[in-house]
């Protein structure tokens, strides 16, 4: 039995280690309460002065007992000790500390707090200048809380989309029977609580509920709830987020509970919810403190000391002295009471203290001072004695002798802050209620409502009747039930409470800024005398002061310390708090792993890959593949030993001088019917359609309306009322929508309907002289003589028996024939040609090659030759531009702005280096004079640059300002290794300029 | 202005931080000013600051409808780089960064500029020539920067993931070692205090509801607080510059986008560096505190209410995990939205207007941060001879007009 | 994350399957070629970016792949309606 265990609760022995020592819990504890039930003071340091601190809270709150849990690549930093249930064989660590958490020499710089107040790092470290990275390595070093993983996360997670009528967040009591009420309507409810067991603080409640214990009544309900078809439960289950139009997240931890890594599925999920009603049922946070030392190790909330104590049997130390605002926390004191061990004294706050629980407890023996504070916690490394002082009736001063008290545990109350987080994300403004002493949410910005603590509504019998109110009301807002509650009230047993004082400073014998430290905000180190001084440098607004103090900044995001430093604020200002105002809660409530929100999407399917029909085949050769878009393009073919450049030397070679094939499946395929299909496409295309007659093809650029060139292909005719438009790989998706776009918001009156094909084809293209040739053996029905079947023209037909159109155009500048079939026959018509074709050494190529030899006919990729600000002009590709047509395309009218006819424009030119041999690198900038000093006048730059094997030298493509009145100029390229690289100005076609070679 | 040093804070710690000087003072505004520049956060107490310091303007009011500082600087990803691909753009962001590396010193306020290096990765062939083509181009313009390999990458930072069956496999970087980051909060701090001690009336929590006009002149501005008179309106609002532009008749090329921002809890340093990528589309560093500061791209739609869809939220953690593997287990602390006022060539505004006298700086999109005191520097300048400083000249609003618009959507492309 | 009634589908739909056009009712002009530089520019760039009421275009890019209108607060992000491209919006505030 370990030495805090209440001798009452037991449970099966789970082995766990923490800093490397072993121990033992019981079933059903959280590593805070195991390591409680053990007697371990210390488990963290604090961030900023290396404090030694201990355990305070009992769940989301708990700012201090961060933790390290396992190690290697399923670790995890930054868990708190109150939130991780313990399962056998955990390992977990204090984040902070060295040697030791219980040793810690950065503790010594502590000693010097003082030389550390808020926004020290602003004033100092700043001389001598070149030692501000030397600092801030140490800086980085001494700050941060856990160590994040350094392997790949052997985890996978998921998510779920849902819809839901009313979805209720928190699964305490207000939770609970909204969500019967919910239920019992038939709306689809989903419940979603971060504990492992619905109940909140009813699992920790000695008070009976319609004649039962509490946690009874709690399983009664659950019991109830789960024989629902319609109710969705889900524990261990934390609502994160709260976004537009009822949109929630909710991180589900599936298999946490049971060990670091998961071996039975993935590891958490992330519940996408819309929801159309909303109940926030999320309860409240005890308020702590601020007196001197409150974060020695042994101060813990009152209602934490007696979640430990009644749910878990555990008693976190022997001596305890409670120290409250309010009647709520007297319950500890009976509740400690119970154990056995015991009270020393019960300090007050209030003059008069007069509730029912006050008497229940000075009836038991219990000494009850009040009027005083508790100024003071001395100790170490634990609490060893209270100073307590009689204070003022305003709680301002102290006003009397110090009294000493030995004790090894102070549990404070200084009320209840509601949790009003999820309101908050909606942008509701929490409204601050004098009479409770607390934020209350704000005026509804969705479809929600808050019931129970989290609205500020304290007594159990309250919040049971709110929530059930508030399930009620959200089911009937989704169409559900009449709006009233049909579950007889609930009888409980309750102390009536009397008013608490609001306190959110203990006054100590010193000035604030004098006195040893007390905590607000515990993980930062933010004390009250550093947010008076924040405040006496001229800081005002709350968002300053969080800002300048690093207030609620913690991973705890200041669910204890804000409104306590909120009040600091705003006394020092001498404002009222409503005044002060309040800060934004964001997402997430509390800290949620990145794995659940990537879900599926990583690793191979972070994006879908798009494969081609082909694409196995090409894998079956070895191919490299290039990433075009989501597409996987064979970039080139290697065989056995060959370079890149080889390779490719080989594949161009080959189509120049017999026959290659290309797999161009991938090119974006739009199918375009309608009565005025070619009046459409001559106003989005830069040249006109209008005489373009079936069988015919065209290639055309499009703009977008800046002028500036967006993409270009080859469009056929393939019926009176019928065109196929081709785009590049990248740019199909947006073409589509780019169309769609003109056709609906602006000529709705042309008839037009757009099909995107691109998968439906499979295009296998045969390029080189003997392209004829390979054709004839696997095509009888189309005549492929020149005479019959022109340089972009296209045929029906039938290729490997398979139905097919054949387009005659070319990317190459070779005899070219672009075969499509249906994607399903891709595959087949691709081998049979790759036969046929064995004769004439046919070889397929890739987009390397192909890139070269387009580039050896000066013919432009669209996102490589141009760059979003060139005109099909700067292009030299003027004759695609129809000037005088009629309507006045996409993008025409920009043409003549007085930027894009300006002389001296970058314009597309060919570059030859002066040394054959060399080629210039892609993105390398264009100089008219190498020997000028930095900086250069730069005058372009090289878009595409490869070695031509067919030409025996290098060539390249580039814009140059005024260009093409440049043929014949020498220009450098100045490049990273020193070297400048001379290159001539020519014509951008390198091969065959009269283009004869595609037209035989 | 009493200085910051060590030994002040040593002097003041002996005296219990009880003596501090204000950092700045809270003035009751005057009836007139020579200039009033609208928006208190980096880029407009910049503007105060330089007006004040260089061209001895301190006659000056800087009107903030909230607290200094509280916009988009205190909601930025912090990130600092000059490593543009158009020379206008190139010598504007490092002007700015060369004042960074003395803001500090000059201030006499530690911004903790981190000069931490900054990687552009490249994950597609065309990436690379884009990276080629924009370090080529910064080296020629004096901007420090290299390309360099994915081994490089992973020495500078170890634990991105270089494989080449990532779905999309880094295949390079672009490297500018001068970028990095700096405390956001502290540069509008620092500017405030500076411009405060030259005389600036630094005016919180008045908001800027009219640009009364008279003969085609600014005479001043209406405030939720009265009127108050100037010769001179900037204004520098950056989200709101449309509702600024819109109170004086004119409309601008600009559009506000909610951009998100996210970070983690604090761990141990584990990144030493900044990586961004526009393929796979988030950017990351982490904070001194130990924070990994995280980002992406803007929402699709027009927003003012600092926040955006999770679905942005979900890509950009993707694309983290996709980096860093490693960083999955780690735990999202805090995600928040700003207002971006976005351009059509994702470059600013820095420009007078038909109306005499009002100017305008915005459009900085989701780069803003680095740019803060280059920005106030060159608006400074315009301001004060009512004629665009010499690199300003390019960013005026005509652009939008002659077409001759400087694209800067691939240095931009994930935002900063 | 906004939910959207795409008034073709006539069905609430998440924002995912749609894609933001920009401002609505902007008209291309009848006669491009007759207008200066400024106006020209006018066109092309400069946006009413509304604070409150929008009237926006959103393209139901993976549903029905039809453009619609909608009425949208830019502050609170409340879709006040959608409406079909061609139609007038019933709700108009005072920037628009």
């Not at chain 1, 270009?712 to 438009?725: E, P």
């Amino acid at each position: 039995m370990s030495q805090n265990r209440v001798a009452s609760h037991t449970g099966a022995a789970i082995d766990f280690t923490f800093n490397g020592k072993a121990y033992q819990g019981i079933a059903g504890d959280t590593l805070a309460s195991a390591l409680l039930a053990n007697g371990v003071d210390v488990v963290g340091r604090s961030f900023k002065y290396a404090r030694p601190r201990g355990i305070f809270g009992h769940g989301a709150e708990e700012p201090n007992a961060i933790v390290q849990l396992g190690s290697g690549a399923g670790t995890v930093p930054n868990l708190k000790a109150t939130q991780i249930e313990l399962y056998q064989g955990l390992q977990a660590s204090s984040v902070n500390g060295w040697p030791s958490v219980n040793f810690d020499l950065m503790g010594l710089i502590g000693a010097f707090g003082r030389l550390m107040p808020p926004g020290f790092y602003y004033k100092t470290f700043m001389y001598p200048k070149k030692l501000w990275m030397t600092y801030e390595h140490f800086i980085r070093k001494a700050a941060g809380l856990g160590a994040t993983p350094v392997e790949a996360d052997p985890d996978s997670y998921d998510k779920l989309n849902q819809h839901c009528d009313v979805l209720v967040a928190g699964a305490g009591p207000a939770g609970l029977v909204a969500a019967r009420e919910a239920a019992r309507t038939g709306a689809r409810v989903i419940i979603a609580d971060e504990q492992s067991q619905f109940g909140g603080s009813l699992l920790a409640s000695k008070q009976q509920v319609d004649g039962i214990a509490a946690p009874l009544w709690v399983a009664s309900l659950v019991a109830e709830l789960m024989a629902y078809s319609n109710v969705q439960m889900l524990p261990r289950s934390t609502v994160f987020g709260y976004y537009d139009h009822n949109f929630l997240t909710i991180l589900e931890r599936r298999t946490d509970h049971l060990g670091a890594v998961s071996t039975c599925g993935t590891r958490q999920r992330l519940h996408r919810v819309r929801a159309a009603q909303v109940v926030l049922a999320t309860g409240a946070f005890e308020r702590p403190l601020v007196f001197a030392h409150n974060d020695i190790p042994g101060v813990m909330l009152a209602s934490s000391v007696s979640t430990y104590v009644n749910r878990y049997g555990v008693a976190p130390g022997n001596k305890l002295v409670l120290f409250t605002t309010n009647d709520n926390a007297y319950q500890t004191a009976l509740d400690w009471q119970g154990t056995g061990r015991e009270v020393v004294a019960v300090i007050d706050s209030r003059r008069n203290p007069c509730g029912e629980i006050v008497a229940a407890v000075a009836a038991m023996g219990i000494e009850v001072i009040a009027g005083h504070g508790l100024i003071e916690a001395q100790g170490g490394k634990r609490v060893k004695r209270a100073l307590v002082a009689p204070i003022n009736e305003a709680g301002t001063q102290v006003t009397g002798a110090v009294r000493r008290l030995d004790c090894d545990l102070i549990a404070c109350s200084g009320g209840w802050s509601p949790a009003v987080h999820l309101s908050s994300h909606t942008g509701a403004k929490p409204q601050w209620d004098e009479n409770i002493v607390a934020f209350r949410p704000g005026n509804s910005k969705q479809q929600e409502r808050s019931a129970g603590a989290c609205r500020g509504t304290f007594d159990l019998q309250g919040c049971l009747s709110e929530g059930a109110s508030a399930g009620a009301d959200a089911a009937l807002l989704s169409g559900y039930g009449d709006g009233s509650p049909q579950f007889p009230q609930i009888a409980v047993e309750e102390y009536i409470e009397e008013p608490q004082q609001a306190l959110f400073l203990v006054p100590h014998t010193k000035p604030t800024s004098r006195a040893p430290s007390q905590f607000v905000d515990f993980q930062l180190d933010v004390s009250a005398s550093g947010i008076e001084l924040a405040v006496r440098e001229g800081f005002e607004s709350v968002e300053h002061i969080k800002r300048y103090t690093a207030l609620g900044f913690g991973t705890d995001q200041g669910k204890l310390g804000n409104i306590n430093g909120m009040a600091i604020l705003a006394n020092a200002l001498d404002q009222t708090i409503a005044e002060t105002g309040t800060t934004i809660f964001r997402p997430a409530y509390t800290p949620t792993t990145f794995g659940a929100i990537a879900g599926r999407d990583v690793n191979q399917l972070f994006d879908p890959e798009r494969y081609t029909a082909v694409h196995r085949w090409h894998v079956e050769q070895g191919a490299k593949f290039e990433d075009v878009g989501q597409w996987k393009r064979p970039w080139y073919f290697p065989q056995q030993g060959e370079t890149m450049q080889q390779a490719v030397d080989r594949e161009g070679l080959a189509v120049r001088n017999s026959l290659g094939i290309l797999d161009a499946s991938t090119l974006g395929k739009i199918d375009i019917q309608g009565p005025d299909v070619a009046e459409f496409i001559t106003r989005i295309y830069t040249n006109s359609y209008l005489k373009l007659a079936p069988g015919k093809c065209r290639y055309g650029v499009m703009l977008k309306e800046d002028g500036m060139i967006f993409d270009d292909g080859v469009c056929a005719c393939l019926g009176d009322n019928h065109y196929l438009m081709f785009t590049t790989t990248g740019g199909a998706a947006d073409v589509l929508a780019w169309l769609e776009l003109w056709q609906q918001t602006e000529w709705p009156e042309l008839q037009v309907y757009f099909t995107s094909v691109t998968d439906h084809w499979t295009t296998a293209t045969v390029s080189g002289p003997n392209a004829r040739r390979v054709m004839a053996k696997v095509c009888t029905d189309i005549d492929l003589s020149n005479e019959a079947f022109a340089f972009m023209d296209w045929r029906d037909g039938t290729v490997a028996g398979v139905k097919a159109r054949v387009f005659r155009i070319s990317f190459t500048g070779e005899l070219s024939y672009e075969v499509n079939v249906p994607a399903h026959y891709g595959r087949h018509i691709w081998e049979t040609l790759i036969a046929a074709g064995e004769e004439f050494n046919i070889t397929p190529y890739g987009t390397e090659t192909m890139h070269v030899l387009r580039a050896e006919k000066g013919f432009i990729i669209v996102g490589q030759d141009t760059d979003g600000s060139m005109t099909p002009a700067d292009m030299n590709m003027d004759w695609v531009v129809g000037k005088n047509k009629a309507f006045s395309f996409i993008g025409k009218r920009s043409l003549q702005r007085s930027d894009t006819v300006r002389a001296n424009r970058k314009q597309l030119v060919g570059l030859k280096t002066l040394n054959a041999k060399e080629v210039l690198p892609e993105g390398a900038q264009v100089v008219f004079d190498a020997e000028q000093k930095i900086p250069m006048a730069m005058q372009g730059h090289v878009t595409s640059s490869y070695f031509s094997a067919s030409l025996g030298h290098s060539i390249a493509l580039a814009v140059v300002k005024g260009g093409h009145d440049r043929l014949g100029q020498v220009v450098y390229c100045p490049l990273a290794d020193g070297r400048s690289i001379a290159a001539e100005i020519v014509s951008s076609v390198f091969y065959d300029p009269k283009g004869e070679r595609q037209h035989v | 202005m009493k200085k910051y040093s060590a030994f002040s804070l040593l002097k003041n710690a002996l005296s219990y931080h009880e003596n501090w000087q204000k950092v700045w003072r809270s003035p009751t505004p005057k009836q007139d000013y020579n200039v009033i520049v609208v928006g208190g956060g980096g880029h407009g107490l910049a503007t105060a600051y330089y007006l004040a310091k260089i061209h001895g303007i301190t006659n000056i009011a800087v009107i903030e409808k909230g607290y200094l500082g509280g916009g988009n600087t205190a909601r930025n990803t912090t990130i600092i780089r000059s490593n543009y691909l158009w020379d206008e753009a190139a010598q504007l962001y490092d002007l700015s960064l060369k004042l960074w590396e003395g803001l500090s010193q000059e201030l006499n306020y530690n911004v903790m500029f981190s000069q931490r290096g900054v990687l552009n990765l490249g994950h597609n062939l065309q990436d690379m020539r884009d990276i080629e083509r924009r370090v080529n181009a910064n080296r020629l313009n004096g901007i420090d920067g290299e390309v360099v390999t994915p081994q490089r990458i992973a020495e500078i930072a170890p634990l991105i993931n270089i494989s080449r069956n990532s779905r999309y496999p880094i295949l390079g970087a672009s490297w500018q070692p001068r970028g990095g980051t700096a405390r956001h909060d502290a540069v509008a701090w620092g500017y405030a205090r500076g411009a405060d001690a030259l005389g600036v009336d630094l005016i919180q929590q008045t908001e800027v509801t009219g640009i009364r006009r008279k003969d085609g002149a600014v005479v001043g501005v209406e405030t939720s607080n009265g009127f108050i008179g100037a010769r001179k309106v900037a204004c520098v609002t950056a989200g709101n510059s449309g509702v600024l532009a819109a109170m004086a008749g004119l409309r601008l090329p600009v559009e506000s986008r909610p951009l998100q921002a996210l970070v983690s809890e604090p761990v141990k340093p584990c990144l030493d560096t900044v990586v961004m990528s526009n393929a796979v589309h988030g950017y990351i560093s982490q904070s001194d505190k130990g924070d990994l500061v995280i980002g992406a791209g803007v929402d699709s739609y027009n927003g003012y209410g600092q926040r955006g869809s999770f679905n942005v939220v979900e890509h950009t953690i993707q694309a983290i995990c996709e980096l860093f593997p490693a960083f999955s287990r780690v735990r999202m602390n805090r995600q928040w939205g700003g207002v971006v006022d976005t351009c059509p060539d994702a470059c600013p505004i820095i420009s007078k207007t038909s109306v005499q006298g009002l100017y305008f700086n915005c459009g900085w999109g989701t780069g803003g941060f680095k740019a803060t005191p280059g920005s106030g520097y060159v608006f400074a300048d315009t301001v004060a001879n009512d004629h665009p400083h010499p690199l300003a000249a390019a960013f005026t609003v005509e652009r939008f007009d002659t077409g001759a618009l400087i694209d800067e959507h691939g240095a931009a492309g994930v935002a900063h | 994350m906004l939910l959207i009634y795409c008034p073709h589908c006539q069905e609430y739909r998440e924002e995912e399957e749609f894609s933001y056009g920009g401002e609505a009712h902007i008209m291309r002009p009848l006669a491009p070629d007759a207008l200066s530089d400024k106006d020209w520019g006018d066109y092309l760039f400069f946006r009413t970016n509304a604070r409150g009421i929008h009237h926006e275009m959103w393209y139901h890019a993976v549903g029905c792949r039809r453009y619609f209108n909608a009425t949208r607060d830019t502050v609170t992000y409340e879709i006040l309606e959608t409406y079909k491209t061609g139609t007038q919006p019933t709700i108009t505030g005072a920037n628009s």
